[in-house]
């Protein structure tokens, strides 16, 4: 019989195939490919469960394992091609092949095992692929992967309100172009990560973040009213016994409601606030307000050149909400938080100031602070109180392990992490805050100024007393009963 064109096609490119595939590379192709396979089934249990807790487990999983599964399959072709060139050149390669007709066994053997092998290989390289980028978005590759940079973020994290909420609904949020735009940016933080030439610490803002009103109002509306909120800040003082005083603020949350409230005058219908600053986000010396199409700007008298001629940022929830999920504390807020949480026993003679004089001392290492921080705590009160160690040993021990859990938290040596290094724009005490603009220093042409009312955003209720009467009041707290004459 002879053979039509169809089959001089077929044997013109498949006979071909049989003989050229026997050749190192192409079979090193095949082991590379069938050992990632084999790996990829062991890890197809945890794969299925959703999620991979251990970091560098999912590396393992879904960045080293595709490298040479899919480089084994670049080899297999390449091995061909190759023979094929080289039995050209020396003149061995064979003019003729045994006929190829669906009646041989051995094709029809060759077909089912390339359309096995293909499905098989389709469907490990696309679930490697989609786990690859599902891993990438999990909380555990943003904060655990590249553990010295993201330790002081994924610290602050874990202790925030968005403890529960994935790191990328907030920094990446949906859609696919914001997506394409973080994987981008990714790269180069990875070789950054790689060559070791990332900054210490890192810098803040993140100018390429993506506007709050697409991540952060997915949950929070800031137009909607808010009602007025009591906020109670506890304060001990250095004295002997933690003398506790309190400073009860109203706080006019507001919204939607016609320019009303801290909300409603920086976020409600019809405002658009625009300004300029430096690469901080500290200095602002310009501001443009509109409310309804009326514009008005407002600037000190010291604006640089340089910050006049930049391009004007339009104010969103970032602007003072700038830390919601990594948020750090100073040594004094943060030692008044643990006491008035019981965390350090407020009994303790002179707690409040020895322990913020243990953590503003500069260690090493955190290796270094956990050695000589609950040491040192202990250490004070074993001289100077002895009695007081005699009778609240355990309690002391507990106190000295918060302090350092509360240096922990805060302080990354390895990253240049200090006291204050990141600043927090929600009020004004610690660092500028609302006095950015609300400082009484910028003007209009026309003379107004920016306002500088305290009770523009909240009233005093309280300040620093020891026992306030609006908290008695509200039932809050408890009233304590006359002394006995």
Known sequence: MTPNNSERRGRGWLSPVVHLSNNWISLAGVVIVTTATVFWLFLLPITLRGGVQNPYLGILAFLILPGPFFAGLLMIPLGIWLKRKREGRSGIYPPEFPPLTWRNFELRKLVYFFLVTTFLNIAIASQLSYGAVSYMETVTFCGQTC??????????????PHSNVECVKCHIGPGAGWFVKSKLSGVGQVFAVAFNTYPRPIPTPVHNLRPARETCEACHWPQKYGEDRIKIISKYADDETNSLTKTVLLMKIGGGNGGIGIHGTHLGTGVKIM???????????????????????YAT???????????????DCMDCHNRPSHAYDLPEGAVDKAMNAGLIAPSLPFAKKKAVEILKVTYASRDDAAQKIPAAFAKYYQESHPAVWAQHQSEITAAGKEVLAIYDRNIFPDMNVTWGKYPMNIGHNDFPGCFRCHDGSHNAKD???????????????????KEPKVLTDLGITEAKPPAQK
Request: with cysteine; hydrophobic share 30%.
């Open 147 to 160: 553990h010295t940079v993201m330790q002081p973020e994924y610290t602050a994290y874990q202790n925030s």
């Open 275 to 297: 300004y300029r600053s430096d690469e901080s986000r500290q200095t602002i010396p310009w501001v443009e307000y509109s409310v309804n199409g009326q514009t008005t700007v």
């Open 301 to 315: 008298a010291d604006v640089k050149p340089d910050i006049a001629g930049s391009i004007p940022r339009e104010m």
């Open 447 to 465: 003379g107004k100024s920016i306002s500088q009312d305290c009770n523009a955003c909240h009233n005093v209720l309280a300040m620093e007393e």
